[in-house]
């Protein structure tokens, strides 16, 4: 047997490399890259000479499935219950329709579309921006080769939208044109699902609460390229989403060959394709079944922009924007912070801190620091905490207050992620061949010694950057006042903008909902002067808690405190009615009382009665009422919730039926028909209503009873005379 001697040197050294490689308790834990998806898109097809465009985005959104909160705070799973039909275009809200040819930039078409729509909502006015610019000057180059809303969402939050005029549409891949001034940045980009449909009433709620929506479909269903708007289109196949198009209402009474209900959608293949769909004179629209074409994959929408800065500028090491993100190993945390260290050019001012996020955050901390050693973080400059945002995308902070910062003096971002179910909070850029090394890293528990360089260690760069401008900006001041006119189904909403800001226009509204999660705003209003504004607010349910509070955009974004009020009971229906009583008969020209009761007319009332032909009002007996009269009319007014009293009428001589009429009104002029008898009968005396003796004749004391009738009331002088000229003449 052979022996080996070692040194005792020899046996700590290995005894040290094999404790190396035991698992502590005490290790970092180890950062992964999220998966891939898991399709490879194809190259998007040209359909009987129109365009389509779409590429899906190369992360794997599947776990954003439409899980639906409209406000941050708001629980998941708040859906409004949408009306049944549902068009933007009647408002007033969605710009001309546009023609790719046979270009694949309907992925820019879409985008552009969703923004002017935005604008418009927002009360910023009407504008054409550049499809041409967004397919041409995007950092991918996309051009007419297919893209996604991400890389127009990258393109417009570094720079920004620009005219039609500046840089007209041309089908084909040409260069991008650098010299057009930029209109409108994009602050928040809202991802609403993955590559799934979600609910239809998650899909009609986020267009009705933010405006049209941008989505993919497959453009191969049948028909499509043909439709002509007579019928509503429906596909049950199940291929991969190659076009973008913009979803601008629906309707649940389209009728299609699976059954009913259906989305308006406004294509990019001009006006001589589609139909108007219910609207204008228009074309280019087409409606679908809902789910049909697999319709809804990847919808999105902006959710806030600011008028291009030219003072101002972005700091980012993210060229590409979001295409990956990493968490812990196995993706078990949902929480991770990412770190960007950046050196100013110039002297400026930090305004705002934006980032990606891959999944609805639950909470987002953001800090701004002078130093770090690529160990340990020092002297903190600025943060935010405690932001949340209800869907992936691009999300922008502001900051309380512009930060100065100094040329040449590095400045160091940092955000915390903590993401609702999604375990790879923090996004990277891996599609740039060139990486920062040095300047930007991920921690998994935010400590010191924590932090793992991304550039050198995986080649990719974090995705956070700060928006700065060396014009100051204040964001406006606004307050809350109390609702007033409050009724069972209404309310004014008041504010009042004591400040603008930096801004010369401030657009003001209200968000409001049944709790403090909000969840509707209202139409903004643009101010160019301070001062109160208001909003009559309709449609509510009676009875029902309404909290709100007043918001002002200008240079950044403000909110007054939260109100509430709660509206009426639901209004009782009318009380006030009155009847009238009149005897069943009554001889000819002779006088009768008619009684009247009314109530229910609160402070005052009237009542009206319209006598009938031939007879004649004679007076009334009772204080309560004041008289008037007009022919057949006679009017009695009286103070009070309610009156009862007689008037006296002389019969007609007219023999039959005569039916009275009238109404009564309240205080506030209503009218309601007065109930019980409205019809007497004037009867011709018959003397044969006494006995007869055994001959047929009117006895001696029949004609003696008649007299003393008459003087006892009984009848009338008329009638006693008729008895005694029959007993005379028989």
């Not at 002067?529 to 449609?539: H, I, M, Y």
Request: net charge negative; glycine share 12%; aromatic share 12%.
């Amino acid at each position: 047997m052979r022996k080996y001697i070692l040194s005792t040197a020899a046996i700590v050294l290995m005894l040290g490399l094999f404790l190396q490689g035991l698992p502590s308790s005490a290790q970092e834990p180890q950062l992964q890259e999220a998966p891939k998806l898991a399709v490879t898109a194809k190259s998007p097809p040209i359909i009987n000479g129109y365009g389509t465009g779409f590429i899906p985005p190369p992360m794997d959104l599947s776990h954003l499935t439409g899980q639906t909160t409209f406000s941050e705070g708001a629980s998941v799973g708040t859906v409004l219950q949408p009306p049944a039909s549902f068009d933007w275009r009647t408002q007033g809200k969605v710009t001309p329709v546009g023609d790719q040819g046979d270009c694949g930039s309907c992925y820019a078409f879409a985008s552009i579309g969703n923004i002017e729509s935005k604008l418009l909502l927002d009360g910023a006015g009407t504008y054409d921006f550049s499809e041409n610019n967004a397919k041409e000057c995007n950092w991918y180059d996309t051009s007419c080769g297919g893209g996604a809303y991400f890389k127009i969402a990258n393109l417009f939050s570094k720079k920004g939208t620009v005219l039609e005029t500046c840089d007209p549409y041309v089908d084909s891949d040409v260069s991008c044109k650098g010299t057009c001034p930029y209109q409108k940045t994009l602050l928040d980009w809202r991802i609403i699902c993955g590559n799934v449909v979600p609910a239809t009433n998650v899909l009609k709620t986020y267009i009705q609460t933010y405006g049209p929506v941008y989505t993919a479909m497959y453009s191969g269903l049948p028909g499509f390229d043909t439709y002509d708007g007579s019928y509503t289109l429906y596909y049950t196949g199940t291929e991969y989403t190659d076009h973008a198009v913009l979803i601008v209402g629906w309707n649940d009474s389209l009728v299609h060959a699976g059954g009913s209900g259906g989305w308006i959608v406004k294509n990019s293949w001009g006006t001589e394709w589609g139909g108007t769909c219910g609207y204008g004179t228009e074309r280019g629209y087409f409606t679908i079944a809902y789910g049909s074409a697999s319709i809804g994959m990847y919808s999105s929408f902006i959710y806030d922009w600011q008028t291009y800065d030219s003072s101002g500028g972005i700091m980012y090491y993210d060229e590409a924007g979001w295409a990956t993100s990493y968490g812990e190993l196995g993706g078990g945390n949902l929480t991770a912070w990412g770190l960007c260290r950046f050196i100013p050019l110039s002297d400026t001012y930090v305004t705002r801190v934006e980032f990606w996020t891959t999944d609805i955050t639950t909470d987002i901390d953001v800090y701004i620091y002078d130093d770090f050693d690529g160990t340990n973080l020092n002297n903190l400059l600025a943060q935010k905490l405690n932001t949340s945002f209800s869907q992936a995308g691009y999300h922008s902070v502001a900051l309380d207050s512009s930060l100065p910062v100094t040329a040449g003096d590095d400045v160091i971002a940092v955000v915390k992620f903590t993401n609702s179910s999604f375990g790879y909070p923090v996004a990277a850029d891996h599609m740039n061949p060139v990486h920062e090394t040095g300047r930007t890293y991920i921690s998994l528990t935010g400590t010191s010694g924590s932090w793992t360089g991304m550039g050198s260690d995986f080649g990719v760069d974090v995705a956070i950057r700060l928006r700065t401008s060396t014009l100051v900006q204040i964001p406006p001041s606004v307050t809350t006042n109390d609702a007033t006119s409050a009724t069972s189904t209404s309310a004014t909403l008041n504010g009042n903008l004591s400040s603008k800001g930096t801004a010369l226009t401030v657009y003001a509204s209200f968000e409001y909902g049944p709790t403090t999660a909000y969840g509707q705003e209202t139409t903004p209003q643009a101010m160019t002067t301070t001062g109160p504004f208001s909003f009559n607010l309709s449609g509510l349910s009676p009875d029902t808690l309404c909290h709100f509070r007043a918001k002002a955009v200008g240079d950044g974004t403000s909110y007054g405190s939260d109100k509430s009020f709660t509206t009426l009971p639901p209004e009782v229906p009318p009380t006030t009615s009155a009847t009238r009583t009149l005897p069943a008969s009554v001889d000819p020209g002779a006088n009768f009382d008619v009684g009247i009761v009314a109530s229910g007319c609160d402070l005052m009332g009237d009542v009206a009665e319209t006598l009938p032909a031939g007879f004649s009002y004679v007076g009334t007996t009772s204080d309560n009422v004041f008289v008037t009269q007009v022919g057949n009319l006679v009017r009695f007014s009286f103070m009070g919730d309610g009156v009862s009293f007689d008037y006296t009428v002389t019969a007609s001589t007219t023999e039959g039926p005569h039916t009275f009429s009238g109404v009564v009104k309240d205080e506030y002029l209503n009218e309601y028909t007065i109930g019980g008898d409205s019809t007497i009968t004037v009867s011709v005396f018959n003397p044969w209503d006494y006995d007869l003796d055994e001959n047929g004749v009117i006895s001696k004391m029949e004609a003696l009873t008649a007299v003393v009738d008459y003087f006892g009331g009984l009848i009338t002088k008329q009638q006693a005379l008729a008895v005694i000229v029959l007993y005379f003449a028989t």
